[in-house]
């Protein structure tokens, strides 16, 4: 069983919609976790950042954590063409941060 | 603020030839540093990190090396290209706390 799991999709929504994104984890050590945006060819963009359960908010994205079930989201609300890129979980272990593969999202004009 | 570079930006390279690649940070002093690898369509690879200079950790048995000659200069290198190298490289660096934040990364293809 990976650490980290995460659907790779590919996602396709029209813009304005809610997006929702989900990664799943096994650690329970991991107490940090962040969501990474991934424009094509470019690096990752550091999006959302949280170690707590529950939610935070920013702009149009909520990051939600459940540690309870080792669940987390990243919801984008009024989805936009620019958002469309490749979405990444990370969790914190120790010096290192462990990644989902990635869910490719297109939002469609 | 702190500004991270990589070059080269692209790469192309025959199998068998040696390899340097370069990322260094602006703005900061002690970081983390870390080179990850992305093969298309796949996660992150996390490759080797370094704490501070000279101190290198490897994560994957491979043909690859790092090392870090100064405080924000983290360099990966072969001494041999494999096709199987080929991919897209990334710098990371991490402050004192656990987000990383990467560069614009090396795209690598080995001919």
């Known amino acids: 069983q990976k650490e980290v799991e995460q659907d790779p999709g590919p996602l396709s929504v029209p813009e304005g919609a809610i997006v929702s994104l989900n990664c799943t984890y096994s650690n329970s050590a991991f107490q940090y976790f962040m969501w990474y945006r991934q424009y094509s060819r470019k690096g990752p963009e550091l999006l959302m950042y949280t170690y707590s359960s529950g939610n935070k908010e920013d702009g149009r994205f909520t990051a939600q954590v459940d540690k309870s079930s080792k669940y987390i989201s990243l919801f984008i609300r009024d989805s936009q063409p620019s958002d469309s890129a490749t979405y990444l979980c990370a969790m914190a272990g120790a010096q290192k941060l462990v990644f989902g593969q990635g869910t490719r999202l297109t939002i469609n004009p | 603020s702190q500004t991270i570079h990589q070059w080269p930006a692209t790469l192309v390279q025959p199998v068998g030839s040696p390899l340097s690649l370069e990322c260094t940070v602006e703005?900061?002093?002690?970081?983390?540093l870390y080179w990850y690898r992305q093969a298309a369509g796949r996660g992150l690879q996390l490759l080797f990190y370094?704490?501070?200079?000279?101190?290198i950790s490897s994560e994957v048995p491979q043909n690859l090396s790092a090392s870090r000659p100064q405080d924000r200069q983290f360099i990966l290198s072969s001494k041999k290209l494999l096709l199987s190298d080929s991919g897209f490289y990334l710098c990371?660096?991490?402050?004192?706390?656990?987000?990383?934040?990467f560069g614009p990364g090396t795209r690598l293809t080995v001919t």
């Open positions: 370094s704490v501070g200079i000279g101190q």
């Open positions: 990371a660096w991490r402050p004192g706390t656990y987000e990383q934040y």
């Open positions: 703005g900061t002093s002690n970081p983390n």
